[in-house]
Structure formats: structure tokens, C-alpha cells
């Protein structure tokens, strides 16, 4: 079985810095894709970024990149220059067609 | 519209009736979601739909239908629900391809309260 684990259930981080969000993950599949999602009060789900398990680079959009470390099983998301619009829940995901989500972290970022 | 819409945005019901809720995607997936989201658990699975054909039931109590009656559209059929059952729904869509990854696209939910 496949189970993701997002150990911060809340982080409080000063406008402008950077923020690592940490995943850890376990499967026994050897092809797996990793994903996260941001969802703001509104409700909806985001996506934000997605790394393949056996993509050589680590994956970036924008101010987002993943932090693979596949003998680790981590993926974790690092936020750059954050900005106040970033303050959500952050979720973790992996699978192919059926994902399975952690438990999500609250990011709320102070001016 | 764009992306993936879900209706109504809110529902509130009682134990004894009969309610639907609706997706429909806009970005020509061939796969469909339903979520549920409770406090404080994570995100379950409820149903996927690939190419209009039921592929997972992740035991879902039987109070809950869905029906997808071509790619674009998804129901979910709600009868005697519990006062457990309020939660947000959340619907999503992807591309499914041969030994891809897909990013799947979530619609804004619906917030359920059985009362």
C-alpha cells in the first residue's frame, strides 16, 4: 500500500523567505509520480508541481521546485520569495491514476 | 467555463432526502473523480471513472451513487446520507495516459451538511 506522511501540520514563515515543506512517502512500486496541491480557504484544489520517479532532475514551476530524494522518499516542495497570497493547506500526493494524499500542512505567511 | 465546475457549491439536506451533486470538466480528460474531504483526514477516494467505465470503488457505502454519463460529466447521487457524511466533495479530472503520470484537476467542491 502506498501512504504519504506530512510531518508539519502548521508553519509560520516572514514574507519574502523561503519555505521547505517536507513529504515523506512508501510504496513498493517501483514507477510512481509525485505531486503537490495547494488549497486555499475557497476549497479548491491547485495543482501546483509534479515529479516522476524516475526523472533525473528535480521538478520546477516558478517559485516552486521539488526537493526529490527518491532513496530518502522525499518530496519535498520548496517555496521561494513567498508572498502572502501563499498562506493554504499543502498537500502531497503520489500514484499514477488514483492518488493517495497526506494529511497536509497550513502554511500562513506573515507580513 | 473552464476547467472543472462543480454544482451546487453548497448543500445542506436532511437524512431522508434525495440529492445530486454535479461535475463537469472542460479540459477533454478521459477520467473522473470523486473525493471526499472530512475534518482533520486526509483526502479519501471515492470513485474513478476511466473512459465512462467504473475502475474503482474504494468501498464506498452504497448511500452514494455515481453516474458518468459521458466523459465530460460526473454525478454523485446522494439518498439517506448520516450526519458523517458532510464533507466537502471534491470532483477531478485528468488525462490518462499509457505509462504516464497525470496531474489531475480539481473542481471548487461542494460543501455537504446532513443534518
Known amino acids: 500500500a502506498q501512504k504519504i506522511t506530512q510531518t508539519q501540520p502548521g508553519m509560520f514563515v516572514q514574507e519574502k523567505e523561503a519555505v521547505t515543506l517536507d513529504c515523506t512517502y512508501d510504496?513498493?512500486?517501483?514507477?510512481?509520480?509525485l505531486f503537490w496541491y495547494k488549497q486555499p480557504s475557497s476549497g479548491e484544489m491547485i495543482f501546483l508541481i509534479y515529479?516522476?520517479?524516475?526523472?533525473?532532475q528535480n521538478a520546477t514551476e516558478g517559485r516552486y521546485s521539488l526537493n526529490f530524494q527518491k532513496a530518502r522518499k522525499s518530496a519535498n516542495l520548496v517555496i521561494s520569495a513567498s508572498q502572502l497570497g501563499d498562506s493554504a493547506m499543502y498537500f502531497c500526493a503520489m500514484g499514477a491514476q488514483k492518488l493517495v494524499f497526506g494529511q497536509g500542512t497550513r502554511l500562513t505567511i506573515n507580513p | 467555463e473552464t476547467g472543472v465546475t462543480q454544482t451546487p457549491r453548497h448543500l445542506v439536506m436532511g437524512m431522508t432526502n434525495k440529492k445530486s451533486l454535479k461535475c463537469e470538466q472542460h479540459?477533454?480528460?478521459?477520467?473522473m473523480y470523486w473525493y471526499k474531504q472530512s475534518a482533520k483526514k486526509p483526502l479519501e477516494l471515492m470513485f474513478v471513472?476511466?473512459?465512462?467505465?467504473?475502475?474503482e470503488n474504494n468501498s464506498v457505502p452504497s448511500r452514494f451513487s455515481p453516474e458518468c454519463p459521458n466523459s465530460s460529466h460526473l454525478f454523485l447521487h446522494l439518498h439517506t446520507l448520516q450526519p458523517e457524511d458532510s464533507a466537502l466533495y471534491l470532483c477531478?479530472?485528468?488525462?490518462?495516459?499509457?505509462?504516464?503520470?497525470?496531474?489531475?484537476?480539481f473542481g471548487p467542491g461542494t460543501r455537504l451538511t446532513v443534518l
Open positions: 471513472y476511466s473512459l465512462e467505465e467504473r475502475v
Open positions: 479540459l477533454g480528460h478521459n477520467a
Open positions: 477531478a479530472s485528468s488525462q490518462v495516459r499509457a505509462g504516464g503520470f497525470n496531474e489531475q484537476f
Open positions: 510504496t513498493s512500486d517501483p514507477s510512481y509520480g
Open positions: 515529479q516522476g520517479s524516475y526523472d533525473q
